[in-house]
């Protein structure tokens, strides 16, 4: 058993929390077997003192995610108990083989208190049963397991890939769902239904947000970085909308781009001095980071993958649940689905928030957060698929691939598509206006 003596790979780790022996990949999960999750199970409180579990019939990677590996999991206890699954889903924050998704091991910390916060009562949503979390700070590795949602079965819809809705029947009716479960998760915070536990586990510490996903350029940088863009859409026109490829929408992007690096502090600054704007929120709601089922004749969900759940701007949750969405959804139905966010959000404890306010958020999220990473994404595209320069377009077969290749291009559309139709240098006057 190796803890702790090789910092480029680990097999177990003192968790912070129990301080079992946690398994840092699968095949530690293996060696540590039946003792180490009924130990694990009961320290958790998820096992009862009596009970234990007696087999692993199932230990089998999957594929899945863009970090740590997983598993999935099936067991046998020694009887049954309420509302503890035998098929299970292991999520690792490490992945040793691929620095790439290794790189990102500290995102589960969040999943792993969400996983506690999800056992108050009174949580709103649905989320997978938590059996196990813990995490060792030092090293950025720890491991959650819950109970497996069984996608296209027992009236559970088939896992959506995101970016992908036009293979959907009733795309808009999902983001509803999905907007719904943000909305009623961040009302519940402001309630206070979910504290002190949602206070202590997520403490809102401004300067640390602050520092978040900063754009990490210099004006030269931004200057080549826009060039970049607009080398690849004048080589691979096929791949940008034609709206989004002009001289002149290029020429303004970089324009505003630079004003808005320049003023990065102040935008961050904006988008958290109105407090009822701020909730615990999910960070990345994508469709396939979701299940869903019919009930009481109108479509539910429950929400998946609570990496980087935490304190902030509802508009950064409302983002990340819908940029994987359509133009034809951005363009024709975001007005309905933010009315939907705000009357679920007052009905649930969060006071009603001003939609025009709230759509400057979005804006201004939007363009921070696209500046400080999907910039970089023609670069990114042609690196993990080199196919794509002869793909007839963003739905060619070519792109089933490599996923995160589409869905950044997806993702980067999106992005470019609101920036000009909501012309977010206009958004950045008026903060600078209420700012001076």
Not at 199 to 212: D, I, K, N, Q, R
Not at 269 to 281: K, M, R, S, T, V
């Amino acid at each position: 058993m190796k803890i702790l003596d090789d910092a480029a790979f680990l097999d177990f780790v003192p968790g912070d929390a129990t301080g079992l022996a946690i398994p840092a990949h699968g095949a530690a999960l293996r060696e540590a077997g039946v003792g180490f999750l009924t130990e694990a199970f009961r320290a958790f409180g998820s096992l009862n003192a009596d009970n234990r579990v007696t087999q692993i019939r199932l230990l089998e990677p999957c594929a899945f995610g863009s970090t740590g590996e997983k598993y999935f999991l099936s067991v046998d206890y020694a009887y049954a108990q309420p509302h503890l699954p035998g098929d299970l889903f292991v999520k690792f924050s490490r992945d040793f083989g691929d620095a790439f998704r290794d790189r990102r091991r500290h995102e589960l910390e969040a999943e792993i208190r969400l996983a506690e916060l999800s056992r108050v009562p009174e949580f709103p949503i649905a989320v997978p049963v938590a059996c196990f979390a813990d995490f060792h700070q030092a090293t950025g590795t720890g491991m959650i397991i819950t109970g497996r949602i069984d996608f296209g079965e027992n009236g559970i819809e088939p896992m959506h890939p995101k970016c992908m809705d036009h293979e959907l029947d009733a795309p808009l009716e999902h983001y509803r769902a999905i907007v719904t479960a943000l909305a009623r998760l961040a009302g519940a915070h402001k309630a206070g239904v979910l504290s002190p536990q949602a206070e202590e586990l997520f403490p809102f510490e401004l300067e640390s947000v602050l520092a978040e996903d900063p754009i990490g350029l210099d004006a030269a940088g931004m200057r080549e970085r826009v060039a970049r863009f607009a080398d690849f859409a004048g080589r691979y026109p096929q791949l940008i909308p034609a709206h989004l490829r002009t001289e002149e929408f290029i020429a303004k992007f970089e324009g505003d781009a630079l004003r808005f690096l320049q003023n990065e502090r102040v935008v961050k600054q904006y988008l958290h001095g109105d407090g009822a704007f701020i909730a615990l929120c999910h960070f990345n709601a994508h469709i396939d980071n979701a299940w869903f089922w019919r009930e009481d004749g109108g479509l539910q969900c429950g929400l998946l993958d609570w990496q980087r759940a935490r304190q902030m701007n509802v508009a950064y949750s409302l983002w990340g649940g819908l940029c994987g969405a359509s133009l034809e959804i951005w363009d024709h139905h975001l007005g309905e689905l933010l009315d939907l966010f705000i009357d679920e959000f007052h009905a649930h404890g969060g006071v009603r928030l001003d939609k025009a306010e709230l759509t400057l958020h979005l804006n201004l999220y939007t363009a921070m957060i696209g500046l400080a990473g999907l910039i970089n994404v023609p670069q990114i595209v042609l690196f993990r698929l080199p196919e794509a320069a002869n793909a007839s377009g963003p739905l060619d077969p070519v792109f089933s691939k490599q996923e995160s290749a589409r869905s950044f291009l997806h993702i980067f559309t999106i992005f470019l598509n609101l920036w000009q139709a909501h012309d977010f240098g206009a958004s950045l006057d008026l903060v600078l206006a209420r700012s001076a």
